[in-house]
Structure formats: structure tokens, C-alpha cells
């Protein structure tokens, strides 16, 4: 039961992956002043599917100086570490028990790094080798001051495991820790690779980044990839700072995300790379380490005195 339970969230994120694109291109075809996919269906809503027929179905080529074994893994590696990224999905009968379910996800969402560097460098092209490297150092930049900012939170929960922020979220977090949620916000952007830190698919200098030479299937389960880590963030900064409840008005609050994480694409330029450097180890980084000193010192404090 536990492995249906699975495949069937699986699948339904796979169909949510595929209407969050056709929500972008609505989003972006709004701000932009013109229609967007409207067409396929009713009000467009059959686009997804043909896309993804496309995708699919289109033919599969591949580099001839490339390494081939590494070119075709890495796309599939990619989707199976986002795949197993969702099984810490915070059932309230959970499909697996993770009592170390942030640790999970920082080895999962660190991974994810060598993903991006095989399909850029197996590739055997400048371009996607150029994409591949700027996206690793970003993603290795980011994770620290990420993975700081959590653990201010999960000193609040007194667990490593996300099925407790429902027990003790009260109080959305988020009102006490305003400034670590817009350093969150900004993390989680450059993490998962969009824009303004799209540095990894700078289409202006570099084509298409590290997945230049990808078609048909392979360049599929780099999107799915991509799309399915933008929804998972966003359940987790829910998860975090916005209330675990698990009702109705909690996916809303992950629709919200998702839709926040395509407005900044349609309204912010592409930051310059050195102040993307920059913002995470000389601004976020001390922001989070001394949030992080702040919260143990108060909590021993308040422990001491009980």
C-alpha cells in the first residue's frame, strides 16, 4: 500500500508538473501583454499533453564526440533524485518514516549538483561545459546558507523530521523570521536554477546552458527535473514558514509559490554573476549564521530556565 500510495503522488506530481508549464506560459504571456497557449482545448488546458507528446515522440539525437554512457544517464539521474526528493512528502500516515528528513533532502538536493555537471560536461561542448560549471558553483554556493536557514527551524521542532513542523507551528514561523524567509526565497531560486540566477541557461551567452545538446526524451526528463524541484520548494517554504495544516488552503499556499517562482521570472533581469557570489557568502551567510546562533541561544536560554 505504501509503494501505490507512492507511484500515485508520483504521477499526480507529473500531471502537476505539466499544468505548473502551462500556468507559466499564461503568467508570462499575461505579463508580456499577449495570450499565451490558449488553443489546444478548452482555455488551452489539453497543451501539456501535447507538449509532452511532442517531447517525447520527437526524434532523439545525440553529439558524436560525446560520452555517451554519461550523456544518457545523467538526464535519468536527474529525474530519479527528484523522484526520491517527493518521498518526503509529509503524510500525516507517512508512506516512509523519516525521522531524518531534512538530512535526506540535503543529500538529495546536494546530488543533484553532479546531475547538472555530467550532462554539461559529457556533452563534450564549451557552451554546455560553461552552463554546467556556472550552475554547480551556484548550487554549492547556495546550499550552505540553505541548509543554515533550515536548521533554524528544525531547532523549533526539536526533530529532523517534517511531519513535526504540523505538530508545533502555532504560529506561522514567517512572523518571526522575516528577513531569513526573503533569504530563503532567494536561495531557493538559485537553487533550483531560475531566474534571476538562470546562470545555468544564460540563452543570451550560452545558448541553452548545460542542456544545449539534449532532445527529445533526454531534454524531458531535464525539464520534469526542474519543474518538479520548483514544486517541491515551494511545498517546503510552505511547510516551513506558512503552516503545515494539510487543508485545502495549504495547497493554495503551494500554488501561491509556484506562482511567485514564475512572476520573478517575467518581471527581474538576470543578476551579474559576481553579485550573485557576492549575496550569498557575504549577505545571506552571515544573515543565517547569526540567526541560527540567536535561536540555539534562546532556546538553551528558555530550556535552562524550565
Known amino acids: 500500500m505504501f509503494l501505490l500510495i507512492y507511484l500515485i503522488m508520483l504521477i499526480l506530481v507529473l500531471?502537476?508538473?505539466?499544468?505548473?508549464?502551462?500556468?507559466e506560459r499564461s503568467v508570462l504571456g499575461y505579463i508580456q501583454?499577449?495570450?499565451?497557449p490558449n488553443k489546444v482545448g478548452f482555455m488551452g488546458l489539453l497543451q501539456p499533453f501535447s507538449d509532452?507528446?511532442?517531447?517525447?515522440?520527437?526524434?532523439?539525437?545525440?553529439?558524436?564526440?560525446?560520452?555517451?554512457?554519461?550523456?544518457?544517464?545523467?538526464p535519468v539521474f536527474m529525474l530519479i533524485l527528484s523522484f526520491l526528493l517527493w518521498t518526503l512528502f509529509p503524510y500525516s500516515f507517512n508512506v516512509y518514516s523519516f525521522n531524518y528528513g531534512f538530512l535526506f533532502f540535503l543529500v538529495c538536493s546536494g546530488m543533484g549538483v553532479y546531475g547538472v555537471m555530467f550532462s554539461g560536461w559529457s556533452s563534450n561542448s564549451k557552451y554546455s561545459l560553461l552552463g554546467c560549471l556556472r550552475a554547480v558553483a551556484q548550487t554549492i554556493s547556495y546550499e550552505v546558507s540553505m541548509a543554515l536557514i533550515m536548521m533554524c527551524f528544525f531547532l523549533f521542532i526539536y526533530s529532523f523530521d517534517f511531519l513535526n513542523f504540523n505538530l508545533y507551528q502555532n504560529y506561522w514561523f514567517i512572523f518571526f523570521s522575516l528577513p531569513l524567509f526573503y533569504c530563503w526565497l532567494s536561495?531557493?531560486?538559485?537553487?533550483?536554477?531560475?531566474?534571476?540566477?538562470?546562470?545555468?541557461?544564460?540563452?543570451?551567452?550560452?545558448?541553452?546552458g548545460f542542456n544545449i545538446e539534449y532532445s527529445g526524451a533526454g531534454f524531458s526528463f531535464i525539464f520534469l527535473s526542474e519543474y518538479m524541484n520548483i514544486i517541491f520548494m515551494s511545498l517546503i517554504t510552505t511547510i516551513?514558514?506558512?503552516?503545515?495544516?494539510?487543508?485545502?488552503?495549504f495547497f493554495m499556499k503551494v500554488t501561491l509559490m509556484v506562482f511567485w517562482f514564475i512572476w520573478v521570472r517575467g518581471t527581474l533581469p538576470r543578476f551579474r554573476y559576481d553579485k550573485l557570489m557576492n549575496l550569498t557568502w557575504k549577505f545571506?551567510?552571515?544573515?543565517?549564521?547569526?540567526?541560527?546562533?540567536?535561536?540555539?541561544?534562546?532556546?538553551?536560554?528558555t530550556l535552562g530556565v524550565y
Open 15 to 23: 500531471i502537476s508538473v505539466g499544468f505548473v508549464t502551462l500556468l
Open 284 to 301: 545571506f551567510l552571515p544573515i543565517s549564521l547569526n540567526y541560527f546562533l540567536f535561536f540555539s541561544t534562546f532556546l538553551c536560554i
Open 187 to 208: 536561495s531557493c531560486l538559485a537553487e533550483v536554477n531560475r531566474s534571476p540566477f538562470d546562470f545555468a541557461e544564460g540563452e543570451t551567452e550560452l545558448v541553452s
Open 240 to 249: 516551513m514558514f506558512l503552516g503545515c495544516d494539510y487543508s485545502l488552503l
Open 52 to 74: 509532452g507528446l511532442k517531447l517525447f515522440f520527437s526524434e532523439q539525437t545525440y553529439p558524436y564526440m560525446s560520452n555517451f554512457i554519461i550523456y544518457y544517464f545523467s
Open 33 to 36: 501583454l499577449r495570450k499565451g
